[in-house]
């Protein structure tokens, strides 16, 4: 099991994704940072920013640069969703180490949409369905016209 200590896997993927030798469903994309949609949402929404360039695998050992630079995209992609979806609340989350509930070890952020009451139906980390790539693609439209 990874926890704290290892080293970066370039086969994580999150490097996949990059690489683009898997696909992934982009929300906003600059020279340092990526963000996409998560396949096993925990709401509508849910989303992912990364850096493109560094190799930290949690926020203990990630380069400042790096963090300011993931940082300003996630609050770029919380407003832009703020915007499309109308979320009444949004939840920031970043797990380090596989009993804290990481499971690929690529630094990331989870941007959440959460909704009074949760009328669109809110689940917990990692215990979702997966999302039809159909309807990610429609919501990545919405999003992305809020940039
Ligand atoms: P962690 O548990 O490491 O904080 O979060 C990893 C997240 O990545 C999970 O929410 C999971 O659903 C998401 N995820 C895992 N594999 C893929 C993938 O291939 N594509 C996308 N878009 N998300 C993924």
Redo the contacts with the bound molecule.
Sequence with gaps: MMSLEGTYDEGN??A??LAGK????KLYEDEHTYA???????SRG?S?VISKWSKARNILEVEDEALAQVMATVKKVANATRRALDPDGIHV???NGAP??????HL?F?IVPRWEGQPRGFVA??Q?D?ADPEE?RKLAEEICAQF
Aim: charged share 5%; glycine share 6%; aromatic share 16%.
């Design positions: 993927v999150f996949l994704i898997i696909p992934s469903t996409f949609l998560d396949i096993q949402p925990q849910h992912l989350a970043q797990f804290a509930g990481q499971t690929v070890f990331h989870h980390h990692a979702g997966f990610l």
